[in-house]
């Protein structure tokens, strides 16, 4: 899979979790995709929910060899 952009999340906390992968997901065209890295249980439960009920498409989550996840995420709106 190829990212149209990336986003590192690893150092904020909710909400800015989610806030920032929604401001950066705003910044892009319909069918571009984003891949967002971040770190912990919180925001690995409440990103990928949050990007769903906003109309999101969650297309993967993924762990990293260092504790973090990936999300790969479709803007639909």
């Known amino acids: 899979m190829q990212a149209d952009r990336e986003l590192d999340i690893t150092s904020d ?3 800015m979790t989610f806030v920032r ?3 950066a ?3 892009m065209a319909v ?3 984003l891949r967002v890295v971040l770190r912990g249980e919180e925001p690995l439960a ?3 929910r949050a ?3 906003h109309g999101q498409e ?3 989550v993924r ?3 260092d504790g973090c996840h990936e999300l790969w995420v479709r803007r639909r709106r």
Do not use: S, W
């Open 46 to 48: 409440n990103v990928p």
């Open 25 to 27: 997901l705003e910044g």
């Open 63 to 65: 762990p990293l060899a």
């Open 58 to 60: 969650v297309l993967a």
């Open 31 to 33: 069918g571009q995709v």
């Open 21 to 23: 992968t929604k401001i």
């Open 13 to 15: 906390v909710c909400p």
């Open 51 to 53: 990007l769903l009920d």
